[in-house]
């Protein structure tokens, strides 16, 4: 079933496993960290667009396909991240996350609900009581263009709001402007201030132009401290794309092989059908390894997705197809 | 050197949003005309390709229905224009697919031109006649407005291909409805045609969607499915309305059942049929405000 051996994205440079001191060695500087990225292997782009496409040709079909949409609505994270976004909204959205179809309590609830830092508050008292998570953006989502201590001071608002999760953004211009180490530090220092709450670090893949620059900006993500790599803000077009994912997948099984830490990936932005989700989760086992076919190291980030799973939920169950008025709109 | 030209045969596909897609999976099957002869051969839809023909319907209803009584009459005005250019295709299809003489043929393509045209002119007519302004006992302005349904499924007429279809089709799309249509199961051909015509006409893509198969396959999934609203019985076996009702009563479908034999499509219409897929829409508001 695990078919690894043909991964183009493969990493073949990165330091051979139990070997924990060459990732110490890779963060001591900025030397060590360009020495280190620039000597990962190349990402061969028409065979991982190839294998992503492949993967994603697969049927899922009846029983299978059940499991996957409960498991995709186990792993969505309910985001809504809008300049009109109000405590109503975010509450009614907390209800949807708590029990997606008020129809029918066999329905999973969502792993987490993503919103703007000041309405964590909110989101966390309509949830109080529920296994789901309260996701804040921070560090000036969605561009990142601020110093970082007015970064760090969003992050510690969020924190201390009660987000048990940051999703932070990198900063794609030193990124692409190669101060590698500055990115690095950011997120070390963002890591530090999430005290207990998890890290998923943005990449933002749709700026990073290249899937070599995917797979270095994974890895000083990983190298940071991040808990998930996340593909995007929703924000740039393109967001999450299956190539993009292999990638990250594949960095990500290659740090766990070497520092044997298990790091998640979260895919957002663009998945809005349960066949697009499917294929995220196909991915997520051919790649990755059927270890992270669970919501604490796979996340899907959306907000239209969610009924789309029901409406495939329901006709899998049913027999009849649903309507587009039976699910509520959030 | 006519008799070494190599045939160009048709390949007949569904018409779903717009679009010419083959069936999604992959069946076609043969249509045979009068004697047995095989005439063509026809996509054979699958419930998949409805579900993608009614998620188009849904899609389109709602532009349509905002746009003005005026242009939809116009739309279909040129609708009857481009198929009475095709006058003499159609004539060809209905005399080898249902083995009309010319004479019959070429009558109800004109019936199916004069039916599309009669319709045009009600789309900004309707709502004057089921419309109205309600008496009140109060100072209140009370109005009744007829809204269309939503989508609407129909199961065209078996016999009567292009005439029948033409008489159950324009009566739903004239105030506002989008139709997802099941082509008569054994002579497709006119409706695959029409729809040529009707991707032709400014029509919007997704208002009429077209597809070919099997009935008795494809109606039960029409009735069940929650997002259409209405279900025109026409093309329904004898027999098969009752469960189709019943399945169709989930999501409280509108469901027009036709008496048995089939109407006369060759008869005069009554507006009835058109405002069977129409709701009431009743509003108050006060005087002067």
């Known amino acids: ?330 | 050197m006519a008799e070494s030209r190599l045939a160009v045969r048709k390949t007949y596909k569904l018409y779903i949003g717009g679009a010419f897609p083959r069936s999604e999976s992959g069946r076609s099957y043969l249509v045979a005309g009068p004697e047995g002869h095989p005439l063509a051969n026809a996509a054979l839809a699958s419930r998949k390709d409805l579900r993608e023909a009614v998620v188009a319907a849904r899609k389109a209803q709602r532009g349509w229905a905002a746009a003005t009584a005026y242009l939809r009459g116009q739309v279909l005005y040129r609708v009857a224009e481009m198929l009475e250019g095709r006058h003499a295709q159609f004539v060809d299809a209905l005399v080898a697919g249902e083995g009309l003489t010319g004479a019959e043929a070429s009558s109800a393509v004109d019936g199916s031109v004069d039916r599309l045209v009669w319709y045009a002119g009600w789309s900004d007519k309707f709502a004057q006649v089921a419309g109205s302004s309600n008496p009140v006992a109060g100072p209140y302005f009370n109005f009744s407005i007829p809204e269309p349904t939503g989508v609407v499924g129909v199961l065209a007429p078996q016999a009567s291909s292009l005439l029948g279809l033409v008489s159950v089709v324009a009566p739903v799309i004239a105030t506002g409805n989008a139709a997802v249509v099941v082509a008569s199961e054994a002579h497709p051909v006119p409706a695959l045609e029409l729809a040529e015509v009707l991707a032709t006409s400014d029509l919007p893509g997704g208002v009429v969607n077209v597809v070919s198969g099997r009935t008795a396959e494809l109606a039960p999934v029409l009735a069940a499915h929650r997002d259409v609203d209405a279900l025109d019985l026409a093309g329904a076996a004898e027999g098969t309305e009752a469960e189709l009702e019943a399945a169709a009563a989930d999501n409280v479908k509108r469901v027009l059942r036709s008496r048995r034999p089939g109407p006369d499509w060759s008869a005069e219409p009554s507006p009835a049929r058109m405002l069977f897929f129409t709701e009431i829409k009743t509003v108050w508001h006060p005087v002067g405000v």
């Open chain 1, 1 to 330: 079933m695990v078919d690894r051996g043909r991964d183009p994205a493969r990493t073949g440079g990165v330091p051979p496993r139990g070997r924990n001191s060459g990732l110490a060695d890779v963060a001591r500087s900025e030397v060590s960290l360009r020495s280190f990225l620039l000597g990962l292997p190349g990402v061969d782009q028409v065979g991982a667009e190839l294998r992503a496409a492949g993967l994603g040709a697969r049927s899922i079909k009846a029983a299978a396909k059940l499991w996957a949409i409960d498991t995709a609505i186990s792993m969505v994270d309910l985001t809504t991240l809008e300049g009109a976004d109000t405590p109503g909204k975010v509450r009614a959205l907390c209800g949807k996350a708590r029990r997606p179809d008020p129809a029918d309590p066999g329905v999973p609830p969502v792993a987490a609900i993503c919103v703007y830092p000041d309405l964590v508050p909110f989101a966390k008292a309509a949830l109080a009581g529920s296994p789901v998570k309260v996701a804040s953006v921070a560090t000036s989502f969605p561009s990142g263009r601020a110093c970082l201590p007015v970064k760090l001071a969003d992050v510690a608002d969020a924190v201390a709001a009660g987000a048990d999760e940051v999703d932070m953004v990198i900063d794609r211009g030193a990124f692409l402007a190669g101060h590698y180490g500055v990115v690095l530090e950011e997120v070390q220092a963002v890591k530090e201030s999430c005290g207990p709450a998890r890290l998923k670090v943005i990449l933002e893949t749709g700026e990073l132009v290249t899937y070599d620059n995917v797979r270095r900006a994974s890895w000083i993500a990983m190298v940071g401290g991040a808990d998930f790599v996340k593909t995007s803000t929703g924000k740039v077009s393109p967001a999450a794309t299956p190539p993009v994912a292999l990638v990250m997948l594949e960095a990500v099984r290659e740090f766990a092989d070497v520092s044997g830490t298990a790091v998640g990936v979260k895919v957002a932005g663009g998945v809005r059908t349960t066949k697009d989700a499917i294929k995220y989760l196909v991915l997520v086992n051919e790649v990755a390894g059927e270890a992270w076919l669970e919501p604490d190291r796979f996340r899907i980030g959306a907000s239209g997705l969610l009924n789309d799973l029901l409406m495939q939920r329901y006709k899998q169950r049913r027999g009849a197809y649903a309507g587009s008025q039976d699910f509520s709109v959030e």
